[in-house]
């Protein structure tokens, strides 16, 4: 029993028929939820989303994933009007690694007990710069993701650390090569509005951002059967009803195929340099209240929001309904977000027991992939089970001695 099992919708709530009927999985017009949403307070959905949250979470863990960040190449054909991550061929930080620079960086990973090899790239950079397709040629490849497919199993075999790639939005073809080696894909959705493509907004030079694109590859990933991770960017240009309705669409695309692990609630952080380094970081109420949201509407899909890119105390986040700081690293930088580096896993650990919750170390994909029998069988290829057994304890959890 926790101190929220007696919360009384009728007593506790404002709208108690709303709260009372997703609380219950029962049917509701989407025009009801908006309606509930668009009129309750942020202290209302805060105690709803922990009450969710709390619900599912008897052992009350929150988990991350202890990884080893690639940054693999650095080049992108798109220009989003807040992206520091992509350089240009010329620049000194501009990064094309080699093979054995990825291995080593695993193995020392390895040596910190990470179990997560995170594999990001910029989009297709092949398509727009010669030097990107010259390093990929150089290498023995034709396109990324074949590069990406042979580290990924060389990763695998050589030090037995999970892939899991992030390298946009992907094809069909794209992700079935992935399959065998990664045991998750992830890739945001940012927003299912098309406005920020328009003239002026966050993704006006950023094809690859259209939610159309995007939904094709999280349907591709759900007919295939990976489990993805995905996430909204809030703060860049959106309105309240774009990211209710993005978190809508992402739970009707989990109730069709099963395969949404996560979903990343991210704040955007202006940052010097970029077209939108003047424009205002989303407000801690706003914020606030689109992670509650997103707890609320996707319930029991995990909720991540990273503790580095906070302007706010982050344990705060857990007051909202999260369940998870995603992925930290205790060796390589956030390259996404360089300025701002990772809290100490220490210090996650006690923000984390402060509010009266146990930290645990997951894998790249969550326990429930591997501890519910169907899911295991069509959503983890044969290929990567005994990687996965080797890591996990009875509770699909990373392992205690393995941490020591
Ligand atoms: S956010 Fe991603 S897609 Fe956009 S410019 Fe940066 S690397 Fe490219």
Not at 357 to 366: D, G, H, Q
Request: charged share 25%; hydrophobic share 35%.
């Amino acid at each position: 029993m926790n101190k929220f099992s007696n919360l009384n919708y009728r007593r506790d709530f404002q709208h108690q028929e709303t709260v009372y009927k997703i609380s219950e999985n029962r049917y509701i017009e989407e025009t009801e939820i908006i309606n509930f949403i668009l009129n309750s307070n942020t202290s209302d959905l805060l105690k709803f989303s922990q009450y969710l949250r709390n619900r599912e979470n008897n052992l009350k863990i929150i988990t991350y994933s202890r990884k080893i960040f690639i940054n693999l190449v650095n080049l992108c054909k798109d220009t989003c009007s807040y992206c520091t991550y992509k350089k240009e061929p010329s620049a000194i930080e501009s990064i094309m690694l080699n093979p054995s620079q990825v291995l080593s960086m695993v193995e020392a990973g390895k040596k910190l007990r990470c179990t997560e090899a995170l594999i990001v790239t910029g989009e297709r950079p092949e398509l727009k710069y010669i030097e990107a397709k010259n390093w990929l040629n150089k290498l023995g490849y034709k396109t990324l993701v074949e590069l990406i497919s042979n580290l990924s199993e060389m990763i695998l075999k050589k030090t037995g650390l999970l892939p899991h790639t992030n390298a946009g939005s992907l094809t069909k073809k794209e992700m079935s090569l992935l399959k065998s080696t990664n045991v998750s894909l992830g890739m945001m959705l940012e927003n299912s509005s098309e406005k920020l493509l328009e003239p002026g907004n966050a993704h006006e030079k950023a094809p690859s951002k259209n939610p159309k694109v995007r939904i094709k590859s999280l349907i591709s990933a759900g007919e295939l059967k990976i489990p993805i991770t995905t996430g909204l960017l809030i703060g860049i240009g959106e309105r309240l009803i774009d990211v209710v309705k993005s978190l809508l669409l992402i739970k009707e695309l989990n109730e069709r195929y099963g395969h949404i692990q996560e979903v990343i609630i991210q704040n955007f952080a202006p940052k010097v340099g970029t077209r939108m380094e003047n424009a205002n970081p989303p407000s801690e109420d706003y914020f606030l209240k689109c992670i509650a949201i997103a707890r609320i509407l996707l319930k029991n899909i995990n909720i991540q929001v990273p503790p580095n890119l906070t302007p706010i105390v982050y344990s705060r986040y857990i007051d909202a309904g999260i369940n998870d700081w995603g992925g930290i690293s205790p060796l390589t930088p956030d390259y996404v977000n360089p300025e701002y580096p990772w809290p100490a896993i220490d210090d996650v650990q006690t923000v984390t027991k402060s509010k009266g919750f146990t930290l645990r170390a997951r894998l790249p994909i969550y326990p429930e992939f591997i501890t519910n029998p169907s899911k295991y069988t069509y959503f983890v290829t044969e290929n990567v089970k005994d990687y996965i057994e080797a890591l996990i304890d009875n509770t699909g959890l990373v392992k205690e001695e393995y941490l020591q």
